[in-house]
T-cell receptor, first 115, second 109 residues
Framework: DTAVSQTPKYLVTQMGNDKSIKCEQN?????MYWYKQDSKKFLKIMFS???????INETVPNRFSPKSPDKAHLNLHINSLELGDSAVYFC??????????????FGSGTQLSVL | LAKTTQPISMDSYEGQEVNITCSHN???????ITWYQQFPSQGPRFIIQ???TKVTNEVASLFIPADRKSSTLSLPRVSLSDTAVYYC??????????FGSGTQLTVLP
């Protein structure tokens, strides 16, 4: 069973379009994230939700809007797509930090190509 | 944010032990050190995490000196399937978990 699943795997679209990426986790985690990985493989956090509430918003253009209908889902909607949005987008989740540092569980990524 | 520095790439042969060192000179007192592995077209996968001294699990060992300004991921007897990018992260929360470019490990037959 896939722990963190995101769809679609590949997304090719024209500039100016609006698109969504869906993410679901069956691990029972309260916290979910969206990361963006650029062509140089840097992976940077975009958003984090804890139990449906936004807790991290890392200076991402407001064309990007995350939505969490419940704590098992965190979708990413992107308006007016630009060429620079082309990247791989990863969804992740994590259990409560507890006594240890955070441990992230990632989905397999969505390759977004804006033409 | 604690910045990390690790080699861009490393080559090894099957069966060898591989050590990847990460420098994090400005690590904070409450920061943990975490390593992730990423295969092409997949998301990063947690390998190991530690705070100080040595941590070992079924996959790897993590060595952290007393000053905690560096850490070394040790992979025993690597195989071709260990070819991947390895990321060193330092931080206490996801906000601080910015992945660098990682170390591309290539295991040769």
């Amino acid at each position: 069973d896939t722990a963190v699943s995101q769809t679609p795997k590949y997304l090719v679209t024209q500039m100016g379009n609006d698109k969504s990426i869906k993410c679901e986790q069956n691990l029972g985690h309260d916290t979910m994230y969206w990361y963006k990985q650029d062509s140089k493989k840097f992976l940077k956090i975009m958003f984090s939700y804890n139990n449906k509430e936004l807790i991290i918003n890392e200076t991402v253009p407001n064309r990007f809007s995350p939505k969490s209908p419940d704590k098992a889902h965190l979708n990413l909607h992107i308006n007016s797509l630009e060429l620079g949005d082309s990247a791989v987008y990863f969804c992740a989740s994590s259990p409560p930090q507890g006594l240890l540092g955070e441990k992230l569980f990632f989905g397999s990524g969505t390759q977004l190509s804006v033409l | 944010l604690a910045k990390t520095t690790q080699p861009i790439s490393m080559d090894s042969y099957e069966g060898q032990e591989v050590n990847i060192t990460c420098s994090h000179n400005n690590i904070a007192t409450n920061d943990y050190i975490t390593w992730y592995q990423q295969f092409p077209s997949q998301g990063p996968r947690f390998i190991i995490q530690g705070y100080k001294t040595k941590v070992t699990n079924e996959v790897a060992s993590l060595f952290i000196p007393a000053d905690r300004k560096s850490s070394t991921l040790s992979l025993p007897r690597v195989s071709l399937s260990d070819t991947a990018v390895y990321y060193c992260l330092v931080g206490g929360s996801a906000r601080q978990l910015t992945f660098g470019s990682g170390t591309q490990l290539t295991v040769l037959p």
